[in-house]
């Protein structure tokens, strides 16, 4: 299982370099991009394996559009386009997995969801997380709720230093440090699994995998992660 996560990971960086010209040369070295990959690949794990032991579209579409978001946003601000990543990091839609009443809304084909402090709040009361006690789910769904608002504040431009303002082409995209928005996908891929994990108790996983979601937790916050 180490060995297939880490030929993924050559396979990732390789893609990553080889579409397009990017404004960031990925080394295979890189710490903090290769700990994005393996929540990249954790999160598609756990996809996988709900994917293969339900027949309900609404458990699985949004879970899907969410991985999707997170290979859009590694690309994009690898590319240079931090705004654009940033956009797209912001619109995943993890708050709406398992949630039949947002799978309604949509199909239904009209402008209508819940507000997201709702789904928050659905979420952290979710049966499953009160018969098991888990003081970590409300630190890890505050810790997304709160990297959710940080991100709007680039989505709706609050004050000049989170506005796009490129006049040409050639400054759509402008110097950032790509270190710091990895760093912020890994604090959101990290609530991502440790909520999806718990979430989906009943998807089976092998001493090996179960090693490689541990290991992706912070060490001060695994003590209930397999309870």
């Known amino acids: 299982m180490v060995s ?8 990732f960086c390789r893609e990553i370099n080889r579409t397009t010209k990017n404004s960031f040369k990925i080394e295979e070295s890189n710490k903090s991009f290769k700990r994005n990959h393996a929540g990249i690949y954790i ?6 394996k709900l994917y293969n032991t339900t027949k309900d579209e609404h458990k699985v579409i949004f879970f899907i559009e969410t991985l999707s978001d997170l290979l859009t946003s590694t690309k994009l601000s690898c590319l240079g386009f931090e705004t654009s990543a940033a956009i797209i990091l912001r619109r995943s839609h993890f708050f709406y997995i398992d949630h039949p009443i947002e799978y309604y809304h949509l199909n ?3 402008n209508e969801y819940t507000p997201i402090e709702e789904l928050k709040k659905y979420f952290e009361a979710h ?12 630190i890890f769904n505050d810790s997304l709720f709160n990297e959710y608002h940080q991100l709007c504040r680039i989505v709706h431009s609050k004050g000049k230093n989170f ?3 490129a006049m040409s082409l050639s400054n759509l995209k402008r110097p950032f ?3 710091i928005f990895i760093s912020k996908m890994i604090n959101i891929e990290i609530c991502f699994i440790y909520l999806s994990y718990k979430f989906y108790r009943e998807l089976k ?12 937790i912070p060490k001060n916050k695994r003590e209930k992660l397999h309870e």
């Open 4 to 11: 297939n996560l880490e030929n993924d990971y050559k396979n």
């Open 205 to 216: 996983f092998s001493p090996m995998e179960k090693q490689i979601i541990t290991d992706f």
């Open 43 to 48: 999160f598609s794990l756990i996809l996988n």
């Open 108 to 110: 239904s084909e009209k």
């Open 177 to 179: 440090d790509l270190n």
């Open 163 to 165: 506005m796009n303002l």
């Open 127 to 138: 049966p499953i997380f009160i018969k098991n006690k888990d003081d970590f789910v409300k």
